[in-house]
């Protein structure tokens, strides 16, 4: 009897699941612009909304185990663990620096292909020739020492063929060589710019002046392994999602999902209010803050690897001064700028590096918001009240960028209003986005700025000193306020090679104290990344590249 | 006679835009920026920058960049010779399909707005000038005056606070269509026509729907210096000796304001020609307050991501455009009043 | 119909005078705020206080407050408007900002004028191949959209009020020319002219000496509304974020700054400084009317 009203119970779900309306599968994500292009190696890859479209068409060879669900239901990966994705096994050689990966079998694309060893070999060999506009796989292949991805690349077109450092084995075995240890090997794989193209997929769309399928790839679609399938395509308006139903980890929970640009912040909250919206990103802290309490709708976040602090560059006075860094450093309201602008979801940040990313030390020097203090160092540096300051009017602009007005604008009016406090007659200046990243990444030459978009992709704190802290001749690529210091260059250069982790570790806790003596940052910050979305959508997962992966989600 | 000067003004615009274009050309070229750090985000190497700049063209010679803009240099690809604005660099589409996605959006817009504005703007116009000082003039000259002296996007974001938040009349500031509603198959690219063509009037509707309150907004702002100059061209044919001699001459009230409202559109449609031009460009901020994805946010957006091709191919579409309407309508004078020579 | 036009005579004087008293205060309430606002707003409008998006005092709570404010019994000072998402003084910044709008209406007007005006004398009295090639440049610079032009400049050297002045200039400067140029040819027909010919002068004395005085008038007219209106596109500049950096206080800016908040309700950040523009540029609008009326009467 029971048995047979469980069973019937059952047969009802099973019906209703039939008979409900097909929008109950349906996703309605609203972002602030769709992707731009599918092409990692192409000029939209380092747009956030066009990883979005990447990662969720795509398959990487590895990615992290995770964690449970914290308290606001968000699950967040565990950095210690990797997962094998379309890898199903490996192995690693420490005499010959190889890697021997297995990969999984009976692995469906969306066009029906089938994964084997040829895709890999195809997706390094095209990361290789740095055909496209922004050579990605490349340099992620370089960050992990593979070899043969060396700078000759850009050279020499000898040296953009793939040689053995990747070689197929069988069909579903790979070696991959690498040119010294590197603990960075496994990291880089799991980020989208290695993601796994599906070779016959892309192949049928190469042309002889375009063998590698850019034009494709940037304009219409991508063929790989991943849980969604592309439907429709309109550039800055909406990209439709659609589940991958032969997907070698299950068929995703969600079945369609359209993507849709809605430009302001605003009117994303307005649609999610009404409900016809299911999940939205990138409001302001304000805005998700005013949703906390709405009906219907949930908001939850995590403190992952965004961060904001205060850059001032080395090459220009008065910033050659530390006690003048330091005096900033003691001048920023911290707790109001958590209050203020971030509405409590934010906590101090202690270091240069994100705290939950492997490899991280808080320091012992730290700069606490203390206006006396900042006073005694300027008086100290010789400028007392500020006086003699006047003198750099043009390196005292609080640069940050224009488009950010909304949730930066709370942010560096209280900067600037406790600067002026202690003497600092520091300006704004905002600029456009893509004057301020030519700025900080080619010309390196903004005296005084905020920032909060630097999210090292690479989760390793090693990567993060690498990628903004090295000397720029020695590979610091984004090493913005031109800070170069041997102890840290040589340093990195043993922790770079060191196979042990806890060794390696101790080398990176031994460079954020030096980080933070010199106060190369001021960190100010790290603050939440966040969603709102409706209260019935469950399994939302934070990544480190902060793009949502549909095939987490599924309705209560 | 007309036929040459109609020729010889559009020569003269033609030579207008190329010389536009090369101006711009240089102009941007000297930006302090360029947008080749956004290519290279995560990976700022100096191998990584100079392959980004060789894709985008800009290592060439100037000289060379320009012919091949202007199509001279067939090597190199088209140009706008060729019919060709270049390509997008933020988005790899071509300019002339992006310009042709957002115009009409842009057209529709203010297009609609001067309709209904100048449908209401005229007969509250005539309704002042037929009794110059009257308690009816008063009130319209008072709001053709205020109205014209209004910042339209705070307006815009009144009229959402009103009619949208407190109210809940109007849909969200969301853009012509709903986010979850497809759009009609793009025939002329203007909804409000082809949701009609694809017999999709639910369509029609909810587009006209949303286009309420920029349209309205507009019309306030617009209907200010229209009624103006109704009212005083009215005024003032009302006044001119052939209407006189018409009510001497005893026709009908009605048929008098027939002939003068005729004689006061004249200088009326100058005005509009021109707050046309200008609305092309300044549409812009009544398209951001509603997101409504027209020319002037494709504009701004491109100057933003200083995206040469683009900014290039917006200014020359929208400086032709205006070029075109003063033109027409010198030519419409030309035609009523033969004492326009040159 | 004589009749009734005595009726409404004396009316519609008395009317149009009230109307232009009331432009009249507007204007002088804005020039007044421009000289002095800065320095009596109860706070300083570039620093942060510490409390955000504050809604102003309800209304039943003004007369007290108001007597608390004069006889000093307040502990904190009065948010009248309330304030802002950086914790400004949404009142404080309201009076300060006519210092920076109305200069740059000012500066673009006058820079405008002088050089549309010479322009327009030179294109208007020595008709040639050369002066026809101006006309020519004029009608593409009138019809390159403004907002382009200023996001360029600004994205060339930075948003300052220079670059501001700048752009509405170039807007400007092409309506001086064409309405200056319009009455220099009717004037040039005019007695005096071929009078002074006649006693010797030359051209250009005739021009500068006799044209130009006769013919200014229009484009002076065009001033006071030529400045309102630059008050709203100095605003509007703001508005797509290429006007005043912040935090300077300008009325454009601080709606820009205070539009997404409307969404949440807070109507305060935005709707002050909007009714501030809009009442400005309405005064402009009415003495502009005013002195069109009398010189057309005259």
Redesign the interface.
Same mark, same amino acid.
């Given at each position: 009897m029971t048995m047979s009203i469980t069973q019937r119970a059952a047969a009802a779900a099973a019906f209703c699941a039939l008979a409900a309306p097909a929008v109950a599968q349906d996703l309605?994500f609203?972002a602030e612009d769709v992707p731009?292009?599918l092409n990692y190696d192409?000029? @939209?890859? @380092?747009i956030p909304t066009s990883q979005t479209g990447m990662v969720n068409l795509m398959e990487p060879l590895f990615s992290y185990a995770t964690n449970p669900p914290d308290a606001e239901g968000m699950i967040t990966p565990d950095f210690s663990t990797f997962e094998g994705r379309l890898v199903e096994s490996w192995r690693f050689d420490e005499a010959t620096l190889t890697w021997t990966l297995n990969l999984r079998q009976g692995v469906t694309g969306c066009n029906g292909a089938t994964f084997t060893a040829d895709d890999v070999v195809y997706t390094f060999a095209r990361a290789k020739s740095?055909s496209? @506009? @922004?050579?990605?796989g490349w340099?992620l292949s370089n960050v992990g020492s593979i070899a043969g991805f060396t700078?000759d690349v850009?050279g020499d077109e000898a040296a953009r063929v793939l040689g053995d450092e990747v070689v197929k084995i069988d069909d579903y075995t790979v070696q991959i060589k690498q040119s010294e240890p590197n603990a960075l090997f496994l990291p880089v794989l799991t980020i989208f710019?290695l993601y796994i193209f599906d070779k016959e997929g892309m192949e049928a769309e190469a042309t002889a002046e375009d063998p590698w399928s850019h034009?494709f790839a940037?304009?219409r679609g991508v063929a790989s392994f991943g849980p969604y399938c592309l439907e429709r395509w309109t550039?800055?308006?909406?990209m439709v999602f659609v589940a991958n139903e032969d997907y070698y980890l299950g068929p995703p929970a969600i079945k369609r999902v359209?993507m849709?640009k809605?430009?302001?912040?605003?009117?994303r909250?307005?649609?999610l209010r009404?409900g *016809?919206?299911q999940l939205v990103q990138n409001l302001?802290p304000?805005?998700y803050d005013?949703l906390r309490d709405a009906a219907g709708v949930a908001v939850a976040g995590v403190l992952g690897n965004s961060n904001l602090f205060v850059h001032m560059n080395f090459a220009t006075p008065p910033f050659d001064n530390p006690l003048v860094r330091q005096a900033v450093a003691h001048a920023i309201p911290t707790e *109001?700028i958590i209050a203020?602008a971030y509405f409590g979801q934010a906590t101090p940040w202690m270091g240069h590096v994100p705290s939950g990313y492997p490899g991280y030390s808080e320091s012992t020097a730290q700069y606490p918001y203390d206006p006396d203090r900042a006073k005694a160092l300027l008086a100290e540096a010789g400028y007392p009240e500020g006086a003699g300051l006047e003198a750099f009017a043009e390196a005292l602009q609080l640069t940050y960028v224009?488009?950010k007005?909304?949730t930066l604008?709370?942010v560096?009016?209280?900067i *600037?209003?406790s600067l002026?406090a202690v003497g600092i007659p520091a300006?704004?200046?905002?600029?456009?986005?893509?004057?301020y990243?030519?700025? *900080?990444?080619?010309k390196r030459d903004l005296p005084f700025a905020i920032n909060d978009q630097e999210k090292p992709?690479g989760v390793d704190a090693g990567y993060a000193i690498q990628l903004f802290f090295v000397s720029a001749d020695k590979g610091g690529?984004?090493n913005m306020v031109v800070y170069a210091s041997e102890d840290v260059d040589n340093l990195w250069a043993q922790a770079r090679v060191e196979q042990d982790v806890e060794a390696r570790n101790a080398l990176l806790a031994q460079i954020q104290e030096i980080l933070m003596g010199d106060v190369v940052w001021a960190p100010v910050v790290e603050y939440k990344t966040q969603w709102a979305f409706s209260d019935k959508l469950a399994g939302l997962q934070w990544h480190p590249d902060n793009s949502v992966r549909f095939a987490d989600l599924s309705y209560e | 006679m007309l036929l040459r000067y109609v020729i010889r003004r559009i020569l003269i615009g033609v030579l207008q835009l190329l010389g536009l274009t090369v101006a711009v050309f240089f102009l941007i070229r000297l930006l302090p920026a360029d947008p080749v750090s956004r290519f290279v985000g995560l990976n700022a190497s100096e191998e990584a920058y100079a392959q980004a700049e060789a894709n985008l063209g800009l290592d060439r010679p100037l000289t060379t960049q320009l012919l091949h803009y202007l199509g001279l240099a067939p090597s190199e690809g088209d140009g706008l010779l060729q019919g060709s604005l270049g390509t997008s660099w933020v988005t790899g589409s071509t300019v002339a399909a992006e310009i042709g996605d957002k115009l009409p959006l842009t057209l529709e817009l203010i297009t609609l707005s001067f309709i209904v504005a100048f449908l209401i703007s005229v007969p509250i116009g005539m309704l002042g000038a037929l009794r110059p000082g009257g308690r009816a003039d008063k009130g319209v000259f008072l709001y053709s005056l205020f109205a014209g002296s209004q910042p339209e996007f705070w307006w815009g974001l009144l009229f959402v606070f009103v009619f949208f938040f407190q109210l809940g009349w109007a849909p969200p500031p969301l853009g012509v269509l709903s986010p979850l509603t497809s759009a009609p198959p793009d025939v002329t690219g203007l909804i409000l026509v082809d949701s009609l063509i694809a017999g999709r009037p639910a369509v029609f509707l909810e587009a006209l729907h949303h286009l309420m309150l920029p349209v309205l907004t507009l019309v306030f702002i617009l209907s200010g210096p229209i009624i103006k100059m109704v009212r005083q061209n009215m005024a003032r044919a009302l006044q001119s000796d052939f209407v006189l001699y018409a009510r001497c001459a005893g026709l009908p009230r009605g048929t008098v304001a027939r002939y003068a409202l005729r004689a006061a559109m004249a200088p009326s449609m100058t005005l509009i020609g021109i707050l046309y031009g200008f609305m092309l460009g300044g549409a812009v901020l009544i398209e951001s307050v509603f997101s409504l994805g027209g020319l002037g946010q494709f504009a701004i957006r491109s100057i933003l991501a200083f995206d040469y091709p683009a900014i290039q191919g917006v200014v020359l579409v929208i400086t032709a455009i205006s070029l075109g309407v003063y033109l027409f309508l010198d030519i419409f004078h030309a035609l009523i009043d033969p004492r326009v020579a040159y | 119909m004589n009749a009734a036009e005595q009726e409404t005579a004396p009316v519609r004087r008395a009317g149009v005078d009230t109307l232009f008293a009331i432009g009249v205060a507007l204007v002088a309430l804005v020039v007044f705020l421009a000289a002095v606002g800065p320095g009596i707003a109860p706070s300083d409008p570039t620093l942060a206080s510490g409390g955000v998006n504050l809604p102003p005092p309800p209304l039943a709570e003004w007369p007290g407050l108001l007597a608390g404010a004069i006889f000093g019994t307040l502990e904190t000072p009065v948010h009248w408007f309330g304030t802002d998402a950086s914790g400004f003084d949404v009142f404080s910044r309201v009076i300060a900002a006519p210092r920076t709008d109305l200069t740059i209406a000012l500066a673009a007007n006058i820079l405008s004028l002088v050089l549309g005006v010479f322009l327009g004398l030179i294109a208007g009295y020595f008709r040639n191949g050369a002066t026809e090639f101006m006309m020519r440049l004029s009608d593409v610079l009138q019809s390159f959209p403004v907002f382009i032009s200023a996001m360029i400049l600004v994205a060339l050297a930075g948003r300052s009020t220079f670059n501001i002045v700048l752009a509405l200039s170039l807007l400007y400067t092409p309506i001086y020319i064409r309405l200056t140029r319009a009455e220099v040819m009717a004037q040039k027909t005019r007695g005096f002219v071929e009078a002074a010919r006649a006693i010797g002068l030359t051209e250009l004395q005739i021009a500068l000496r006799h044209v130009l005085p006769n013919a200014l008038t229009p484009a002076l007219i065009q001033s006071s509304v030529t400045i309102g209106f630059a008050i709203l596109l100095t605003a509007g500049l703001s508005f797509v974020g290429a006007g005043v950096r912040p935090p300077t206080p300008e009325w454009g800016l601080m709606i820009s700054t205070g539009a997404n908040q409307i969404i949440l309700g807070e109507w305060w950040p935005s709707v002050f400084p909007g009714i501030a523009i809009s009442l400005t540029v309405f005064g402009f609008a009415i003495l502009g009317n005013a002195l069109e009326r009398r010189y057309e009467d005259a």
């Open positions: 309605l609203l731009a292009g192409g000029p @939209a890859a @380092a740095v496209g @506009a @922004a050579p990605i340099f700078v850009f710019g034009e940037n304009n550039k800055d308006d909406e359209v849709k809605v430009p302001q912040s605003s009117n909250v307005v649609i009404t *016809q919206a302001t304000r805005e005013s *109001q203020n224009a488009e007005e909304t604008g709370p560096v009016n209280a *600037q209003t002026r300006t704004l200046n905002p600029i456009p986005q893509t004057q990243g030519d700025r *900080q990444l080619v992709i690529l984004n | - | -």
